[in-house]
Each structure stands twice: as structure tokens, then as C-alpha cells.
């Protein structure tokens, strides 16, 4: 692994300490989601709908931009599919999903092989923590 360098670590300060909720991200999933089932099918679709949600927060649209891709590349490389879309078979619950979000939103932001990214082990840990607490307030 290589050392970061200052305007990382710089980055990475910044865009911990930025102030970011829940809902937040979830805003922005849900308009970039409409705006797919809309035919905007760009690749900067989500980080300008972000950008347009926070034009006043710029630090903030930053930070939750950084968090969904970080979200978005454990994801894929961690087989998280299933628990986040279903397997085909079953449905998964919303409070699985939503655990996912909320840990992005709170977890910190490390670098990782040269990315700023989640650290994988701590982040799952935070996720399952936050959805057996929701699957508690359900039942």
C-alpha cells in the first residue's frame, strides 16, 4: 500500500468532517433513480443531480458524492448484490438497504489501496449493526 500523500489525507479530513445525513444521501439516490426511470442514463448524472441539491453546500455535495462512490465500488466488489438488490428468489428487506445507506452517511471515510474509500470489515460490521437495530424496531 502506498502512502498517502498530504492532499490526501487533506481530502480525506475534509471530507469526513463534512456534515452529512441519512436523508441526505437518500435524496440524492432517489433523484438519480428518477431521473433513470426519466432515460438520463449519463455517468455524471448522480453527481450533478448532487451538485444541484447542495449548490449551496459544496462541501457537503462533495462529501456525499465520495461516500455514494465509495458505497458503490464496496458494493460491487464485495458481493453485496444480493443483499442490497435480492437474489431473484427472495426480496430483501428495506431496512437492509437503508442500513447501507445510513452506515455510508456516518461511517468514516478511509483511504484504501490508493482510494478514498470504506474500509471493508469495519463498514459491513457498522451496516449489519445499523440493520439488526432497524430489524429490531420493525418487529
Given at each position: 500500500?502506498?502512502?498517502?500523500i498530504a492532499?490526501?489525507?487533506?481530502?480525506?479530513?475534509?471530507?469526513?468532517?463534512?456534515?452529512r445525513?441519512?436523508?441526505?444521501?437518500?435524496?440524492v439516490l432517489?433523484a438519480?433513480?428518477?431521473?433513470?426511470?426519466?432515460?438520463?442514463?449519463?455517468?455524471?448524472?448522480g453527481?450533478?443531480?448532487?451538485?444541484?441539491?447542495?449548490?449551496?453546500?459544496p462541501?457537503k455535495?462533495k462529501?456525499?458524492?465520495?461516500?455514494?462512490?465509495?458505497?458503490?465500488?464496496?458494493?460491487s466488489n464485495?458481493?453485496?448484490?444480493?443483499?442490497?438488490?435480492?437474489?431473484?428468489?427472495s426480496?430483501v428487506?428495506?431496512f437492509?438497504q437503508q442500513?447501507?445507506?445510513?452506515?455510508?452517511?456516518?461511517?468514516?471515510?478511509?483511504i484504501v489501496?490508493g482510494h478514498?474509500?470504506?474500509e471493508?470489515?469495519?463498514?459491513l460490521?457498522?451496516?449489519?449493526?445499523?440493520?439488526e437495530?432497524?430489524?429490531r424496531d420493525v418487529?
Open positions: 500500500m502506498e502512502n498517502p492532499s490526501d489525507l487533506k481530502l480525506l479530513s475534509d471530507l469526513n468532517s463534512a456534515t445525513k441519512e436523508q441526505e444521501l437518500s435524496r432517489t438519480a433513480k428518477e431521473a433513470c426511470e426519466n432515460g438520463e442514463t449519463c455517468d455524471m448524472t453527481i450533478m443531480i448532487t451538485v444541484r441539491l447542495f449548490d449551496r453546500a462541501d455535495a462529501a456525499i458524492i465520495f461516500r455514494l462512490q465509495a458505497l458503490a465500488s464496496l458494493i464485495a458481493e453485496l448484490e444480493d443483499w442490497v438488490f435480492g437474489n431473484g428468489t426480496v428487506p428495506a437492509a442500513a447501507l445507506i445510513a452506515a455510508a452517511a456516518d461511517h468514516p471515510l478511509a489501496d478514498i474509500s470504506f471493508k470489515r469495519s463498514f460490521q457498522r451496516a449489519f449493526e445499523l440493520a437495530s432497524q430489524e418487529n
